[in-house]
């Protein structure tokens, strides 16, 4: 005789989250675009702090365009 395999339950094939609204992943361009935005922030201090054009343009720029990464919203 042979044995047919079990069937599993339905409720083992469902991940926990099936009973609630799906869930939505972090897009690529948040990944990207808020950590550049926080070390823009973090180098706005410094540039605060030292007082050099330099560290001021990098702040600015790196705060900018993880402005511009993160609001594209494109979700890859």
């Known amino acids: ?3 047919r395999p079990r069937r599993r ?5 469902r991940s926990q989250s099936d009973g609630f609204r ?18 823009g922030v973090l180098l706005l201090a410094v540039a605060a ?4 054009t330099f560290f001021w343009a990098l702040a600015a720029g790196m ?11 494109r979700i890859t």
């Open 1 to 3: 005789m042979t044995e």
């Open 9 to 13: 339950r339905q409720s083992w094939n």
């Open 49 to 52: 702090a030292e007082g050099t």
């Open 22 to 39: 799906p869930i939505r992943q972090v897009g690529l361009a948040y990944s990207v675009g808020m950590p550049l935005m926080v070390v």
């Open 63 to 73: 705060f900018i365009a993880g402005l511009l990464v993160a609001g594209s919203g």
